[in-house]
């Protein structure tokens, strides 16, 4: 096991473990070897190559919109949403009021990401923590688990990943006060200049979102939200056109095992 750059764990008050963020990023850098650095580079080439054939597109907004429907289910079905992307078509052309609870998470994470895209060139909004609470706030605002969920506002309790209580949870974010800590770090890294390659960056700020995991609801979708929406930030697309949420659903074991290899310290395993 390697040394653990990300944090640690340790016992809480109440007898269960938790995971306590390092100060973030490690003051070392993340130790990413040459043959990963050679594949971030081959890679980048290849989305700049896809960034390139949008311009090509006949409609390139009939084509955005229809991504956004996909990723949208995509997305939400990894959190266990049955509904497709033709229902959820359908649920808006035929503007039904009370769509069925799954598909209304699809229709609520299409909301969320149109909100992101006018949010950033209306208003040239930066991408900080309150961007995205307003993303969280799109997405759970009357949804069907927003009881619980508070949209929009970080967590204020203690959440935890599989099980039924923390001491029985298979991953456990840090306490409130440490978590708090953790997201001014990650706000700053965001606008740091640094050396770590962009799409490097991408990936790494994804894991360490899922690491803090700071809302009671909705972390795996805003997360992934914050993959593009950091590539488009940085210049890296000119539209938002590198949506995930497919691929992680078809290799959804392999995504959750990584980010756990994530939490353990292993940062090249998820790069």
């Not at 935890?160 to 029985?168: E, K, L």
Request: glycine content about 8%; proline content about 6%; hydrophobic content about 40%.
């Amino acid at each position: 096991m390697p040394t653990n750059i990300i944090g640690s764990y340790r016992i809480q008050p109440k007898g269960y473990q938790a995971f306590i963020p390092a100060p973030f990023p490690p003051e070392g850098g993340f130790g990413l070897e040459a043959a990963l650095i050679k594949q971030a580079g081959e890679a980048t080439r290849l989305v700049g190559k896809l960034d390139g054939i949008t311009k090509l597109l006949p409609d390139l907004d009939f084509f955005l919109l229809m991504y956004l429907r996909k990723d949208a289910t995509d997305s939400s079905q990894i959190e266990g949403t049955q509904a497709t992307l033709i229902d959820a078509i359908e649920a808006e052309m035929q503007a039904k009021t009370n769509p069925p609870g799954d598909v209304d998470d699809i229709l609520h994470y299409l909301r969320a990401l149109r909100y992101g895209m006018q949010r950033a060139r209306k208003d040239d909004f930066p991408l900080s923590l309150r961007f995205v609470r307003e993303l969280h706030r799109e997405l759970l605002s009357q949804a069907r688990s927003s009881h619980f969920s508070d949209p929009g506002e970080f967590r204020q309790t203690q959440n935890w990943i599989g099980g039924t209580r923390p001491d029985n949870a298979s991953f456990v974010p840090p306490p409130v006060a440490e978590m708090n800590q953790a997201l001014a770090d990650l706000e700053k890294y965001i606008h740091m200049e640094d050396e770590t390659l962009t799409i490097i960056k991408a990936g790494i700020l994804h894991a360490q979102f899922e690491t803090i995991h700071p809302f009671l609801d909705g972390n795996g979708r805003t997360g992934r939200m914050l993959i593009v929406f950091f590539l488009w930030y940085q210049g890296f697309l000119e539209n938002p056109v590198l949506f995930l949420s497919s691929y992680f659903r078809r290799h959804q074991e392999i995504y959750y095992q990584k980010l756990m290899d994530y939490h353990h310290g292993n940062v090249h395993s998820w790069v």
